[in-house]
């Protein structure tokens, strides 16, 4: 990481108050168009504060595009763009990061493309997601680790929509969005979690890039 993003990312670390979990931006913006809110995901990054959704790659089953493994897979572009996807999170600091992804096969392909031996499947993102990923964000968030989950649209649908506050207020289910990432700072001591922003899969060097 450059000199001046570190000095500029340990200050906004030493910055951040006790009630930053109370201040609920704005409608879900893309981070690659704000540089203030980039920063604050590199400095809740830092401090392990951040779960991050992940929509799985281009699903087999709704594209003309070459099948990677079967018609319930991703395909065969999907792949390039999720190795491509993994590889851009190195953009943000170092820290201790757990990543689950739902065992529904093109998750699961997304994720061990991404991440490697490192992602490991939870029943818990395929079976109910969509009425409890709220919840379960709280009680699988480790204190001072990221969470990445690997998941699906609708499970993402669902959870802005969790306690009636948008949390999540963008149209996920477009194609523009595979392989897209959206950014939660969250307190388990609060029970309390708002939208820093989210990624598109194409947007990370032009994000980075401008830091």
């Given at each position: ?14 910055s951040v108050s006790a009630t930053w979990l109370h201040l609920q931006p704005e409608p879900t913006v893309s981070l690659a168009e704000d540089e203030k809110r980039l920063l604050d995901l590199q400095t809740h990054w830092y401090q392990g504060n951040v779960v991050t959704l992940v929509r799985h ?155």
């Amino acid at each position: 990481m450059p000199k001046k993003s570190l000095i500029a990312l340990l200050s906004l670390a030493v910055s951040v108050s006790a009630t930053w979990l109370h201040l609920q931006p704005e409608p879900t913006v893309s981070l690659a168009e704000d540089e203030k809110r980039l920063l604050d995901l590199q400095t809740h990054w830092y401090q392990g504060n951040v779960v991050t959704l992940v929509r799985h790659a281009e699903r087999c089953d709704r594209s003309d595009n070459l099948c990677l493994d079967g018609a319930t897979g991703i395909t065969v572009p999907g792949k390039a763009e999720a190795i491509a996807v993994g590889q851009k999170f190195d953009h943000l600091p170092n820290r201790t990061t757990v990543v689950y992804n739902s065992p529904v096969k093109r998750t699961h392909q997304t994720a061990n493309l991404m991440f490697g031996e490192k992602a490991t499947s939870q029943d818990w993102l395929r079976e109910g997601c969509k009425e409890n990923l709220y919840e379960d964000i709280f009680k699988y968030k480790e204190e001072g680790k990221n969470l990445i989950l690997v998941t699906h649209s609708t499970c993402i649908d669902k959870l802005g929509e969790a306690q009636n506050n948008d949390l999540v207020a963008m149209d996920i289910h477009d194609m523009s969005t595979y392989n897209s990432s959206i950014f939660l700072a969250v307190s388990k001591e609060e029970k309390n979690a708002y939208t820093l922003g989210y990624l598109f899969a194409d947007e990370w060097d032009k994000a980075f890039n401008k830091i």
